[in-house]
């Protein structure tokens, strides 16, 4: 059936040509058909040799959740990634990929990760949560203190595109008291996204907090492209090589395996 499928499909290489640099993408959208990422298998494959391309080595796909997850349930998301990942053993590339979920800010999170309605990433305690795009609810801090106290460690993805955020970082402030860490995307610091994510992207990244840049992908190219070398040099040229590179590689695959990261001080 797979070979079927990807008749007269051309695998790209050669992988992973920018040398020793190995990324790991926490936030992309890659089950086909179940999300608002590639409709088809191919799509998603070739999203894939994308990444690989540009030097990433593991990818957690994290089709939207609760209000906004277009799934049947679970179970339908870790069948099609079975598939997926029986794909990839086809027709490449060398890729390891995880299974996730991005979480609509609301209440319940804990009891919907408990009840095996909502998905950790990688099974691990970190939980990738998304606010809402022009209003922040006025509990929604509450919500997060919430998740945390029941035992998870939050993951708010691209903070950098919030409208309240974007006029006032400082709403961020809190947060990195209690731990919750952000993740920007790619596209942003890349000004993809527009100037108030790309300026709001930069604010944060310099200030020494954001721990992860993901692609947050939804095609294998345009503006939602799952590549992160160029964001890589946007982050090198703010905050050097080195806190660049945890953003894109250390801090993501201590995500993957599940291990904390405490936040420097200040």
């Avoid at 695998?11 to 920018?18: L, T, V």
């Avoid at 209000?67 to 490449?92: P, T």
């Avoid at 299974?99 to 609509?104: A, T």
């Avoid at 609301?106 to 009891?111: D, G, K, M, V």
Wanted: proline residues 7%; charged residues 25%.
């Amino acid at each position: 059936m797979i070979r079927n499928l990807f008749d007269g499909f051309q695998k790209r290489g050669p992988e992973r040509q920018i040398g020793p640099v190995s990324f790991v993408d926490v936030h992309c959208h890659l089950l086909p058909g179940l999300d608002d990422g590639p409709e088809t298998t191919p799509a998603a494959i070739e999203l894939l040799w994308q990444a690989s391309r540009t030097g990433t080595t593991c990818v957690v796909t994290t089709p939207h959740g609760g209000d906004r997850g277009r799934s049947d349930s679970i179970h339908r998301l870790e069948d099609a990634f079975g598939e997926l990942n029986r794909s990839v053993a086809e027709v490449g590339p060398d890729i390891q990929l995880v299974l996730g979920m991005e979480i609509p800010l609301e209440l319940n999170i804990a009891s919907g990760i408990g009840e095996g309605r909502l998905l950790t990433l990688n099974q691990s305690r970190y939980v990738l949560i998304e606010l809402p795009f022009e209003f922040l609810p006025p509990r929604w801090e509450e919500v997060l203190f919430d998740v945390q106290l029941a035992g998870y460690w939050p993951i708010i993805a691209h903070p950098e595109r919030q409208a309240q955020i974007q006029k006032n970082p400082r709403l961020t402030r809190g947060l990195r008291e209690r731990g919750v860490l952000l993740q920007l995307t790619a596209g942003s610091l890349l000004g993809r996204f527009g100037h108030e994510a790309r300026a709001t992207a930069d604010t944060l990244l310099t200030e020494d907090y954001p721990t992860i840049i993901a692609s947050d992908a939804h095609e294998p190219s345009g503006r939602r492209n799952p590549s992160l070398d160029e964001a890589l040099t946007a982050a090198t040229k703010l905050v050097g090589e080195g806190r660049a590179l945890d953003t894109v590689s250390t801090n993501p695959r201590a995500i993957v395996e599940g291990r904390r990261i405490e936040l420097p001080e200040g």
